[in-house]
């Protein structure tokens, strides 16, 4: 049975960084995604990386600041957040894109597209 453990998440001061880390419990031969989730809003993509790990989607308001990698042997899909701001504070969620290699297409950002989910981080970032 599939299972995705998220960790890394914390509090932090504005430009901060976090690494956060998805483990899964199989070899994922898809893309996958990080999503977040704040209080009161909807699930949003934040970035997604193809199943060989050389193409990357990200949210435009994290680019620049947001990296996404994968490492296969250890089953890790990673996401460096740098220069942190108050309003990325959020559960983080990694998914599955079940069916889907790559990060094109119009659903890339859709939660809907995505089958499997671990528990969620927090990240706070406050002074």
């Known amino acids: 049975q599939l299972q995705l453990v998220e960790s890394g998440g914390g509090l932090v001061p504005p430009g901060g960084s976090l690494r956060l880390s998805c483990t899964t419990s199989?070899?994922?031969?898809?893309?996958m995604g990080w999503f977040r989730q704040a209080p009161g809003k909807d699930r949003e993509g934040v970035a997604c990386i193809s199943n060989d790990g050389l193409a990357t989607k990200y949210l435009h308001s994290v680019r620049g600041r947001f990296t996404i990698s994968r490492d296969d042997a250890k089953k890790t899909v990673s996401l460096q957040m740098n220069s942190l701001e108050p309003e990325d504070t959020a559960v983080y969620f990694c998914?599955?894109?079940?069916?889907?290699?790559?990060?094109?297409?119009?659903?890339?950002?859709?939660?809907?597209?995505?089958?499997?989910w671990g528990q969620g981080t927090q990240v706070t970032v406050s002074s």
């Open positions: 199989l070899v994922m031969d898809y893309a």
């Open positions: 998914g599955v894109r079940v069916g889907w290699h790559t990060c094109n297409g119009a659903t890339a950002f859709t939660s809907k597209s995505y089958l499997h």
